[in-house]
């Protein structure tokens, strides 16, 4: 299917977002959580879709960029108008059917894109039936993505917790890394689903420690971006 790039926002030096309109008559259906590929001269790359569905049609991607890669240097000298070839909505990283208990959210730089999704479609609902955490770890506060909106959503949702944690800074939850911080937030060891996105070495580490927590398989979901 074909898409037109209808908007880019520099949203950060290394991170863009791409808004897409599919160009099909019927209208594109998507779950939160799941992504969408991107077909550029002879390769294909993933990207999780990172808004909720509304009215608009768009889709919007959030992709940082590789140097030395192969597709996002293509992605960066695109313009808006310019047409992509898309894929459906695949992927089985979505919500839970039935929300009995807290929701953990664990990502890294753009790996917080389908978590923007699936938080915003259950910010939708009226009420929070059970508490949400978006532990979202960056080097700088620079490179927070959506900062602003998380924190308007944080304080518009009082049950919605939105930890940032970075890495190379000094300060409060500062020369940290995620993992402390579910650690800490668990360790009654309530039953939860935790979400984990981003890149092997944090997906790996996660799921070794939420195991070693006593989480078991059915508790914590996976989306890796590399590996
Ligand atoms: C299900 C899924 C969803 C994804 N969603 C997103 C998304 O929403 N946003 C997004 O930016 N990317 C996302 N990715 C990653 C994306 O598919 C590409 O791998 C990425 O954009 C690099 O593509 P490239 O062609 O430029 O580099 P490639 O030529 O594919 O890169 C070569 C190598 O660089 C590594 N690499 C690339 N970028 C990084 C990085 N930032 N950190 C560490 N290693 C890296 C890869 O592991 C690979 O080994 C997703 C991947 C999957 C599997």
């Known amino acids: 299917m074909q898409a037109v790039i209808e908007k880019i926002i520099d949203e950060t030096k290394s991170v863009k977002r791409f808004f897409l309109k599919p160009q099909s008559k019927l209208t594109y259906t998507f779950l939160p959580g799941q992504f969408l590929t991107i077909r ?10 990172a808004n909720p569905a509304d009215d608009s049609g768009l889709i919007e991607l959030c992709i940082v960029l590789n140097p030395g890669g192969k597709v996002t240097p293509l992605l960066w000298q695109m313009q808006p108008g310019e047409i992509l070839e898309i894929s ?10 039935t929300w009995d208990k807290d929701l953990c959210f664990i990502c890294t730089g753009t790996g917080v894109a389908p978590f ?6 259950l910010l ?6 059970h508490d949400i955490y978006l532990i979202f770890g960056n080097r700088y506060s620079a490179d927070i ?14 049950g919605f917790h939105f930890i940032p944690v970075l890495s190379r800074e000094e300060g409060a939850n500062r020369k ?22 981003g890149w092997e070495a944090m997906c790996k580490e996660a799921r070794q420690r939420l195991k070693a927590m006593g989480y078991n398989r059915k508790q ?3 989306e890796q971006y590399d590996g």
């Open 220 to 222: 914590y979901t996976f």
């Open 116 to 121: 923007r999704s699936m938080i915003g479609h």
């Open 176 to 197: 940290r890394y995620v993992h402390a911080v579910y650690e800490e937030l668990f360790a009654d060891r309530r039953d939860a689903h935790f979400y984990v996105c």
């Open 124 to 129: 939708k609902a009226d009420e929070l039936k």
């Open 88 to 97: 459906e909505a695949l992927g089985n990283m979505v919500l839970p059917e």
């Open 145 to 158: 993505l959506y900062r602003a909106e998380f924190e308007v959503w944080a304080g518009q949702n009082e």
């Open 40 to 49: 550029l001269q002879d390769a294909e790359r993933s990207y999780s879709i």
